[in-house]
Nanobody, 114 residues
Framework: QVQLVESGGGLVQPGGSLRLSCTSS????????MAWYRQAPGKQRELVAR???????NYADSVKGRFTISSDNAKNTVYLQMNALKPEDTAVYYC????????WGQGTQVTVSS
């Protein structure tokens, strides 16, 4: 009932920036929460950033001060602005939203390497 499409991933040098986008088939104002997760090779999926319907925002300690989650209701899109990227940020990044249940995007690859 909800389709999520991520974009904006790619290869970037350490210290560089990327902005990920997650476009929803449904109005994002209807979601209880929206979040970005990531999964690196050999590691479990981890929460990167989350924003709730009541406006609370939280980040993983490893990205705090470097990443910013935001949304544009008119475009039905959630963003993740990533600055000062490090090699350890390399992972597949997934968009997730909560409505009646949790929905996931297909993922977009982010590679940070010189």
């Amino acid at each position: 009932q909800v389709q999520l499409v991520e974009s904006g991933g790619g290869l970037v040098q350490p210290g560089g920036s990327l902005r990920l986008s997650c476009t929803s088939s449904r109005s994002i104002s209807s979601f209880h929460a929206m979040a970005w997760y990531r999964q690196a090779p050999g590691k479990q999926r981890e929460l990167v950033a989350r924003i709730t319907s009541v406006g609370s925002i939280n980040y993983a300690d490893s990205v705090k001060g470097r990443f910013t989650i935001s949304s544009d209701n008119a475009k039905n899109t959630v963003y993740l602005q990533m600055n000062a990227l490090k090699p350890e940020d390399t992972a597949v990044y997934y968009c997730s939203v909560v409505l009646d249940t949790t929905y996931w995007g297909q993922g977009t690859q982010v590679t940070v390497s010189s």
